[in-house]
Antibody, heavy 125, light 111 residues
């Protein structure tokens, strides 16, 4: 069975740093793009980062560019999110998610087919 | 911040049919990108419910169905059950933003 287990969340002061990890099992990790999605308490879902299968390409939403960095280690079947210069508005549950693609009519649309259990990051003094 | 618009809440009695709309624009759904739906039960991570507009992953009950037309999509629950009380999110891709985009989310209540 596919499993994604996130860890590394906690309480951090504004301006601080935190590194999230997500350990994958039950599938060939190096075959899939991986992402991080966050959800502020009581709010909706927000995609924040994507990384290619080899780790050579990464994308981040504008609000975290320059502060967050996604990376992966295919040998360890793990994906990471390094978060620096944290702000109060970064407080959220952070989910790692596997990406698959559905293709029709010449267009392929990515979707999140498996999610980790989420790890809570609280930014507060 | 969400690019796709959903109604905040929908409710129904057991056995009823309810639908949730997801409205986008010409940069996402209208550009030909497909729509996927996830269910998030209280206190848990989201779970894939529908992919590629109409397809159910293994294990998802047949009472869940999806459709897409133009710049919108819909999720229908036929024969509403108490365990369907949850939050539902649509998701697609936006070429203008070069980003994965989610809907605003809809809370389904079973009366």
């Amino acid at each position: 069975d596919v499993q994604l287990v996130g860890s590394g969340g906690g309480l951090v002061q504004p301006g601080g740093s935190l590194r999230l990890s997500c350990a994958a099992s039950g599938f060939t990790f190096s075959d899939y793009e991986m992402n991080w999605v966050r959800q502020a308490p009581g709010k909706g879902l927000e995609w924040i980062s994507n990384i290619s299968t080899t780790g050579s390409t990464a994308y981040h939403v504008e609000s975290v560019k320059g502060r967050f960095t996604i990376s992966r280690d295919n040998a360890k079947s793990s994906v990471y999110l390094q978060m620096n210069s944290l702000r109060a508005e970064d407080t959220a549950f952070y989910y790692c998610a596997r990406v698959s693609r559905y293709c029709s009519g010449g267009t392929c649309t990515p979707y999140f087919d498996y999610w980790g259990q989420g790890t809570l990051v609280t930014v507060s003094s | 911040q969400s690019v796709l618009t959903q109604p905040p809440s929908v409710s129904g009695v057991p056995g009823q049919r309810v639908t949730i709309s997801c409205t986008g624009n010409s940069s996402n759904i209208g550009a030909g990108y497909d729509v996927h739906w996830s269910q998030q039960l209280p206190g848990t991570a989201p779970k894939l419910l529908i992919y590629g507009n109409t397809n159910r992953p293994s294990g998802v009950p047949v009472r869940f169905s999806g459709s897409k037309s133009g710049t919108s999509a819909s999720l229908a629950i036929t024969g509403l059950q108490a365990e369907d009380e949850s939050d539902y999110y649509c998701q697609s891709y936006d070429s203008g933003l070069s980003a994965y985009v989610f809907g605003t989310g809809t809370k389904v209540s079973v009366l």
